[in-house]
């Protein structure tokens, strides 16, 4: 029997929260799972299901108040929880990227895109840096090197004529240009996880596409392991390998995406299914979730989602917690319907 490959990258009840005036609020609440080498992970949900909060977690990003309380952050041999943050800086963008979600708040729109990439280049030292006042030539030699390493960056993830678009700002690109500029900057120093956030948001269907085949690419050309993050099923239907789904903050089930899209296991993966238009099936209404996400301030007791659920019984709101249960066929599922 061969010996199961160590993850990659591994959440050991990860939780992350924030203090409110109106409580504690538990954005991730004892979060597992793990990544493997080359493996496209999808993660899904409705908007304040904890999705974003994850991979800021994983990257030490979370803003304040917030903070991470308990649970580890394993990346190969270590505990990301335990680096210190000049450790953290030499990780982030060389060993893991992300991709975040609003491309126009996180380009400078002050500096060019090629100054952009070049930087991350610099960082981390793919490109060397010279302080030396007696060598005008070797110094325009690094220059030169530096701008070849932008330009083949940003001609990897499709940016048409890089030479003339690494001498454009931002707002001269289009979104979907934008969304690619972020992905060069993420993957100039070839990391070996990306995280990728809402990549597809407030893109149309054509562009989506490409950003899907542009991180497929990247995929298997490079052997990148990928989290991404979306409230859109059909996208990781496409995409991903495997599924989790969460809600307030929680792991409400994970398995293979043939799993989870075939045949889910959790009232709440079948709740967001039914919210999908398919054009193969017989004319039916869509069918959205009744309700609202819960106050993660002021969770109900037992499962968040019983009151939304239509298969609830007494027994889902009486529980002080839900367990996660493992399923003979390796899904996991947090329901005591199983």
Known sequence: MGMTPQPLLELRDLTTVFPTRRGLVRAVDGLSFQLHEGEKLGIVGESGSGKSVTLLSILRLVPHPGQIVSGEVRFRDGNLLTKSAREMRQIRGRDMAMIFQDPMTTLNPAFLVGEQVRESLRTHGIVPRSNSPFSRLFDRRRKAAEYQCVWEAMADVGIPVPRQSARRYPHQFSGGMQQRALTAIALACEPHVLLADEPTTALDVTIQAQILA???KINQEHGTAIVLVTHNLAVVAEFCQSIIVMYAGQLMEKGTTDQVIQDPMHPYTR???????????????ISPIPGLVPDLADLPPGCPF?????????????????????????RLVRCLLH
């Open 306 to 330: 019983s009151p939304r659920c239509d298969v609830a019984m007494p027994e889902c709101s009486q529980l002080e917690a839900i367990p996660l249960r493992e399923l003979p066929d390796g």
């Open 271 to 285: 709740g967001l299914l039914r919210c999908l238009p398919r054009i193969d099936a017989r004319r039916e209404k």
């Open 214 to 216: 542009l991180l497929d």
